[in-house]
């Protein structure tokens, strides 16, 4: 780095006795494949790799989800042979989302014991102990309103007549939160990872479970979470579309940066273990920012859209799907991330290693 005049002069000089071309030639460190092996700097391993479930209630469904081409909805009796698929890909974790039977306006059935995710939670563990199980810890699942905690809606026990209607209640949805997260713990979670930026949710969780001796399971926050376009594909997945308005009032607007790093501070004080930032592509600014500035692990989270994307081109023939999937990787663990939610974790592991 230049620093002072001196050193202006000195570096001038050098400059002119070496002159940077035709001596140095960037393109020789990319003259054959194993040369450009031994200099490559992000390897993608299947350990980066968290592959998202989607479990349903009722019995032998696999059903195909539309819009995102190999995902399906799993009810508990499909599951054992998806798990083991997973675990011989040596993919360490998935992360699980419930479609319940029945909704309601504080999504009971995320907080019952014997509710979809605390079952398939048990299904998992029973058959892969060692995998890790991440639960996304949310309410837009499970209430019949679609969005992510309790809403202030007239009638409501929590009804607040000074707050606008249809204002998500945060404190409210932290106890809920704190709730369901000690049962899914109870049923085996190894991480929870709540995804709904209610305030407080980090601390609140982190409390409940320390409460309930739960101090070894730990908490991935959806630290900078967007109120994303991209999410349109697994709210058909989830069955979990808001039914009035959008989530703007509580996921972040996608415009803002700095606020993202507010955001991060807020959960990292509050004892978050590793960070999530999502969608991945849209947002790799915030990823590297937040790569720099914390030393925790960094989950990115390439979203349905993202992979919807990429199928619906590749689906037109205008790009090749394997090669742009494990681009957009790359660039997401070149960015910053130790992790990546993915719906192409299998598909990575088979390309990676060489079978398509
Ligand atoms: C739950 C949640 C959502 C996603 C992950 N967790 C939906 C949303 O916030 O609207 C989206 C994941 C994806 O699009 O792949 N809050």
Redesign the pocket.
């Given at each position: 780095m230049i620093v002072n005049k001196e050193d202006l002069n000195q570096q001038e000089t050098a400059n002119a006795a070496h002159p940077v071309y035709p001596q140095i030639r960037a393109r020789r460190l990319r003259v054959n494949s194993n040369l450009r092996r031994m200099v490559r700097e992000t390897i993608l391993t299947p350990a980066n790799f968290i592959y998202?479930l989607f479990i349903r209630h009722g019995d032998d469904f696999q059903k195909p989800i539309l819009s995102?081409p190999g995902q399906f909805q799993w009810s508990l009796d499909r599951l054992p042979d998806e798990i083991r698929r997973i675990v011989a890909l040596n993919i360490p974790a998935v992360i699980l989302?419930g479609i319940p039977e029945i909704k309601d306006a504080c999504g009971s059935d995320n907080y019952n014991p014997e509710g979809i995710v605390p079952r398939a939670i048990r299904t998992i563990k029973d058959i892969a102990p060692d995998l890790i199980v991440i639960s996304?810890m949310?309410?837009?699942?499970y209430t019949d309103h679609g969005h992510?905690g309790i809403i202030n809606q007239i009638g409501d026990e929590h009804y607040e007549a000074h707050l606008p209607k249809g204002y998500l209640l945060n404190d409210p949805t932290l106890e809920l939160l704190a709730k369901a997260s000690v049962v899914h713990a109870q049923a085996g979670a190894d991480i929870i990872a709540p995804?709904?930026?209610i305030d407080g949710m980090v601390g609140t969780i982190r409390s409940a479970l320390d409460a309930n001796q739960f101090q070894h399971v730990s908490v991935m926050s959806?630290a900078a979470?967007y109120?994303?376009g991209?999410?349109?594909?697994?709210?058909d997945?989830?069955e979990?579309?808001?039914q009035f308005g959008d989530?703007s009032q509580y996921?972040m607007d996608p415009a803002n940066y700095r606020e993202a790093l507010k955001e991060v501070a807020l959960d990292v004080a509050e004892g978050t273990d590793m960070l999530l930032i999502?969608?991945a592509l849209p947002y790799l600014d915030v990823l590297s920012a937040v790569r720099k500035s914390y030393n925790l692990p960094i989950a990115a989270?390439?979203?349905?859209?993202?992979?919807a994307m990429l199928h619906a081109a590749a689906a037109n023939g205008w790009i090749d799907l394997q090669r742009c999937a494990l681009e957009s990787l790359t660039s997401i663990k070149r960015a910053g991330a130790d992790m990546i939610?993915t719906?192409f974790a299998q598909d990575a592991v088979r390309w990676l290693e060489g079978k398509s």
């Open positions: 998202p995102m989302f996304d949310c309410f837009c699942e992510c995804s709904g930026m959806y979470k109120a994303s991209f999410y349109g594909p697994f709210r997945a989830a979990s579309p808001p989530r996921q999502k969608p989270y390439q979203v349905s859209g993202e992979f939610v719906y």
